[in-house]
């Protein structure tokens, strides 16, 4: 297998980084005068770049955006998942816009008609009988904690270590290296130790789950079917299926959260991997990217949570926020899920990422390169590793911070963006092959640089 030289991968970063650099001063400035934004950003996750400075945005249309410095990107980050959609497409624009000018009522605290649409339009989808709304899929997921603790009566969550749940108190635990649960690295200002409230075990070890289980005070599991923010970890034959029975075995709860695997098709893994579970959340891509979330019940346990007349609902129950299920959000989740992610949208940017990944996969083997790539429906990521890592801890030990970034960077110097927490890409109904053959392109002239060929 080749080895990349350390020394020439210096010399690349800071070709690039100057390159950057030089190509986009109005960027820079505006980084550097932001004065009054804590981490000089909206959010101080969009520090997570390759480059001394972030891409500043102009405008975005489709998979394509434009920064401040007139630059055009092919997008594949797509908002990481959240603009799978595309970015401001016209069908979602118009719902919006009819909403807001003509329509009337941004929030309102009354239902709309639209919303039992996009309730029905998700049960097809994965086969969850009752659905509530949430701004975010973080928010989801916190009230489906909320209510499997007070249906079950139970204190623990357990979670997949290095999975994404957003930024859930609870999912911010891993396994340490001495097998037992620990505070994920850098988690900021829990209000408890996590183990108080968690357990984390590996993904694809059923033996590592039971473990947590049997301790006999777990309300639930929440999982990714597939692990997606460190790497993409997929599940070994047999895995998802012995989780759903370990879980019943041990009287505990299933939630799947598809926020990022819902590019695994229409319904997300829950119905392309036939799983059952009990709850299901999912967030960012079904508003088209209007801010959006939504968990969904079986019939069995709404039945169980609506026929508890000790828990406040309405109110004080912890379930729900002024704006959620607004009628913006709403609207432009009927339009996404309608004329955008459709079933035949799906079916378009699942095979164009099996092309990405095809090409890719074509470019290892030329270079005997000891990297590896997985595919999960519409996206698709490469991983410095090879084979392809089988749980969360050995997915996060092949990270490799110089070379993910010198990628990112040479990739964005020439039109290419992946999304900046990791070697992603994701196709949107709109992506092309024209596209993904931009992306091998670049990529394999980074990998020549890299070898010095």
């Known amino acids: 297998m080749t080895v990349i030289d350390r020394t020439r991968l210096t010399e690349l970063a800071e070709r690039e980084q100057a390159a950057f650099a030089a190509a986009r001063p109005r960027s820079r400035a505006a980084y550097e005068s932001a004065d009054h934004l804590f981490g000089r950003v909206p959010m101080t996750w969009m520090n997570k770049k390759s480059s001394a400075f972030p891409v500043y945005l102009d405008r975005a249309q ?51 008609e639209d919303a039992e ?9 994965f086969r969850m009988d009752r659905w509530s709304f949430a701004l975010t899929a973080t928010d ?13 009566g139970k204190p623990k969550i357990v979670f997949h270590s290095y999975c994404y749940h957003g930024s859930v108190d609870e999912s ?28 984390a075990a590996e993904y694809n070890d059923l033996p590592g789950l039971e473990r947590a289980l049997a301790h006999g005070d777990v309300a639930a599991v929440l999982i990714e079917p597939a692990l997606t923010n460190i790497g993409i970890v997929l599940p070994e034959p047999g895995y998802l299926e012995g989780v759903r029975e370990l879980t019943r075995q ?24 036939n799983l059952e579970p009990d709850l299901v ?17 079986s019939a069995e346990f709404a039945e169980r949570a609506l026929a508890r007349d000790d828990l406040d609902l309405v109110d004080m129950g912890g379930v729900g926020g ?18 955008v992610l459709t079933d035949e949208a799906f079916a378009h940017m699942i095979d164009t990422a099996t092309y ?36 969360g801890t050995l997915a996060a030990e092949a990270a490799d911070g110089e070379l993910e970034d010198v990628i990112h960077l040479y990739l964005a110097n020439r039109g290419i963006m992946l999304t900046p927490f990791h070697n992603m890409a994701l196709m949107a109904p709109m992506t092309t092959r024209a596209d993904v053959d931009a992306h091998h392109e670049v990529f394999e002239a980074c990998i020549r640089e890299l070898l010095a060929l």
Do not use: C
């Open 117 to 125: 649409w996009v309730g029905a339009e998700l049960s097809r989808r």
């Open 322 to 339: 002024t704006l959620a299920g607004n009628p913006v959000s709403v609207a432009a989740m009927r339009a996404t899920l309608e004329h």
């Open 140 to 152: 989801a997921n916190r009230w489906a904690i909320r209510l499997v603790r007070a249906i079950t």
């Open 356 to 391: 990405f990944t095809d090409g890719v996969n074509e470019l290892f083997d030329r270079y005997d390169l000891p990297w590896a790539i997985n595919q999960l429906g519409a996206r698709a990521e490469y991983r410095f590793a090879r084979p392809y890592p089988i749980n």
């Open 62 to 112: 489709g998979n394509r955006v434009w920064d401040i410095d007139g630059h055009e990107y092919i997008d594949f980050a797509l908002g990481d998942t959240g603009a799978m959609a595309g970015h401001s497409h016209p069908a979602v624009v118009e719902a919006v816009q009819r909403r807001i000018g003509e329509q009337g009522g941004l929030t309102t605290m009354l239902p709309t």
């Open 172 to 199: 911010l635990v891993v396994v340490g290296p001495d097998g037992e649960s620990m505070s994920r690295p850098g988690n900021v200002g829990a209000p408890v130790d996590v183990t108080e409230t968690s357990r």
């Open 250 to 273: 041990y009287d505990a709860l299933l939630i799947i959260d598809e926020t990022h695997t819902f590019s695994a098709g229409p319904g997300g893994m829950t119905t392309a991997y």
């Open 281 to 297: 959340v999912i967030g960012k891509s079904i508003g088209g990217g209007i801010p959006t979330g939504a968990y969904g019940l």
